[in-house]
């Protein structure tokens, strides 16, 4: 028998990634009920595995959960584990707010019901958040956004195979869905049809993922009075004063003017029927999972088949999830407690001070701001609030949910859902809470916030090989502390920019200092532009003000290396790698490259060392290596 040829082995110099995950990508296996395993969701796994044993033993009274609330998130869990009762029950639980959808027939009637729809979840042919005012950030403001598509992106519906094969996948799911309700089949049809149509409505004036990630260009504060001319026969102002009875806001933002000036061409009288029949359909898909497993099995088939997720996750799985998203801060107290604790929760917050400080350093040396543009970007750093592990208490709100035994499943996530629609809403007459956490303890992620500047890391990331007491300096520097680097490079990038100390919107950058910092953002744009990946290629307009933070975060914890004994920089790039390692279905990858504004964890691990000298001397890494960039054509910004 004729022996294989074994094909050489990675080269470092070649290809950072492979070499440091080759390995790794070859035995790894994605479970069946996801589409993506890797760094970030072997850490998510771990982290489930381990509070769903914890729920289990809260249930069977084996362990006591300590918090209140989380106590009442172990009722949710057992309120949905119970598939007899949801089973048994079907749809019929929906059937009255259904009801209340088919009963509009005018405007007219749409204007009397729309403020009780806000309440209880039911879709409007716009939506809207109570948010930071970008303006002045101690108060909040209302923001209308466009209502949800049924295809992930608007650039789908301009790609005639991916729309009829994503279409048809829809509409299969929702015809079985829709043969479950109490439509007879003709209604059925309509139903199903009128959805499609609406949504062709509201496509043709959405903002693609594209233009959602230049969240400054969002901003458009609008007078309610003449927001509420143009979503006429709608009446906009009328539903704000019953929503917030003497105390309506005066302006609104209209964080996309193409639906707001063209609303006439998606509500009038000859639409309505449409928009009802897009209504109850959606209504439908949210509230399946409430509902039977049936139906909450076929509720998730559209966007499974998109990503290549084989099967359902087992019911003590999805019970974990539902309990432990509603009573999310909570449950991330407990975990934080439990499993992280005070002593880490210190030594990461040094680490992020240290990087903090040696940001301040790396700016005052900056080659294109102005000195007093620096002088504010140090103040910026400084105002920083550091929110690492998990919070000291959580918010008391979570004791006002409190659940009884004779609920079911569906009136109980129905109570939460009315419960945290008012919540919300409630926030637009109060100042901002600037204590709130953006993410709760138990999450895999991190993330900056410019309206509040804070960046937030959930004890759930920080562990290995993002993080471990344990583990050596560098490889914690090229893991986390490039990660947390990276949030603070938001501060500086592309929207960021545009944010002062207070997360307010305010232009204190100089007209030359914009101009320099543009050539930057183009530079780091056309080297991520157009690479092909899995089949398509990446948008680098989309991904630019991720990469700007990957290069800030990385340059800025190279800085610390250099302040280290013996520094062993090829441990730092190893680890980078390391956090980035990804295996994902084929649909999965593709949906990333469409609306994800970060770039594909490979080309995060491969691009970003290239722009900087320490990569080069760690690795020995020379023209005609696959790992090399001349250096006229590196990038580094912060």
Request: one cysteine or more; aromatic letters at 12%.
């Amino acid at each position: 028998m004729k022996k294989e040829k074994e094909s050489a082995p990675v080269r470092v110099q070649d290809d950072l990634y492979n070499y440091v995950n080759g390995e790794w990508m070859k035995t790894a296996v994605i479970p069946n009920d996801k589409p993506v395993t890797g760094g970030f969701v072997c850490l998510n796994d771990d982290v489930e595995k381990t509070l769903m044993a914890d729920f289990a033993a809260f249930a069977s009274g084996e362990k006591d959960p300590g918090l209140p609330a989380v106590a009442d998130a172990v009722r949710l869990y057992e309120k949905a584990m119970d598939t007899k009762t949801r089973n048994e029950a079907g749809m019929k639980p929906l059937y009255p707010l259904l009801e209340k959808i088919r009963g509009i027939g005018s405007i007219a009637d749409l204007n009397e019901a729309a403020a009780e729809f806000v309440s209880l979840g039911i879709p409007l042919p716009f939506s809207f958040e109570v948010m930071e005012d970008p303006r002045n950030t101690d108060d909040q403001a209302l923001v209308l956004w466009d209502p949800e598509i049924i295809l992930p992106d608007t650039s789908y519906y301009e790609k005639p195979v991916p729309k009829f094969y994503m279409m048809l996948l829809w509409k299969g799911m929702v015809k079985k869905i829709l043969a479950l309700s109490p439509l007879d089949k003709k209604e059925q049809r309509e139903y199903l049809r009128d959805a499609v149509r609406f949504d062709d409505l509201i496509r043709r004036k959405a903002l693609s993922s594209r233009e959602m990630a230049d969240y400054v260009k969002l901003i458009h504060p609008v007078s309610t009075e003449e927001i509420s001319g143009q979503l006429k026969p709608f009446d906009f102002a009328g539903l704000l004063e019953k929503l917030w009875p003497g105390q309506a806001p005066a302006e609104v933002n209209a964080s996309n003017p193409r639906l707001t000036e063209g609303f006439k061409e998606i509500l009038n009288e000859e639409t309505l029927p449409l928009y009802v029949h897009w209504a109850y359909v959606k209504t439908v898909l949210k509230n399946a999972a409430s509902l039977s497993t049936e139906l909450s099995d076929l509720s998730h088939r559209f966007m499974y088949k998109l990503v290549g997720i084989k099967e359902e996750p087992p019911i003590e799985k999805q019970a974990y999830r539902i309990a432990s998203s509603a009573y999310g801060e909570p449950v991330g107290l407990y975990y934080g407690r439990t499993y992280f604790g005070e002593e880490a929760k210190t030594d990461i917050t040094d680490m992020v001070k240290e990087i903090i400080e040696t940001y301040k350093l790396r700016v005052k040396k900056n080659a294109f701001l102005a000195e007093e543009t620096k002088e504010m970007a140090v103040r910026k750093l400084s105002a920083i609030t550091i929110k690492m592990g998990y919070p000291d208490a959580y918010d008391d709100y979570f004791d006002t949910l409190k659940l009884t035994e004779d609920q079911s499943f569906f009136e109980a996530m129905s109570f939460i859902r009315r419960k945290n629609i008012r919540r919300e809403l409630d926030k637009l007459t109060l100042p901002t809470d600037f204590s709130r956490w953006a993410m709760p303890g138990h999450m895999v992620n991190a993330c900056y916030d410019p309206f509040k500047n804070d960046i937030t890391f959930p004890a759930a990331i920080l562990q290995k090989p993002f993080y471990d007491v344990r583990q050596k300096r560098e490889e914690n520097l090229g893991g986390i502390g490039a990660v947390i680097g990276h949030e603070i490079s938001h501060a500086f990038d592309n929207n960021g920019s545009h944010f002062d100390e207070k997360g307010n919107l305010k232009d204190w950058w100089k007209e030359e200092d914009f101009k320099e910092f543009d050539k930057r953002i183009l530079a780091m744009t056309e080297q991520y532009d157009g690479i092909p990946f899995h089949g398509g290629k990446v948008n680098g307009g989309l991904v630019v003000s991720e990469n700007i933070a990957d290069n800030g975060g990385m340059a800025v914890t190279l800085e610390i290396m250099h302040s280290l004994p013996e520094a062993d920089f090829k441990a730092y790039f190893m680890n980078w790698a390391r956090v980035w390692c990804m295996k994902a279905r084929e649909g999965y990858y593709k949906l990333l490259l469409t609306n994800d504004v970060h770039s594909p964890s490979e080309l995060r691990a491969n691009m970003t060392p290239r722009n900087f000298s320490e990569w080069y001397e760690a690795f020995d890494v020379k023209e005609g290596d696959g790992m090399f960039i001349a250096p006229e054509k590196r990038v580094s910004i912060w």
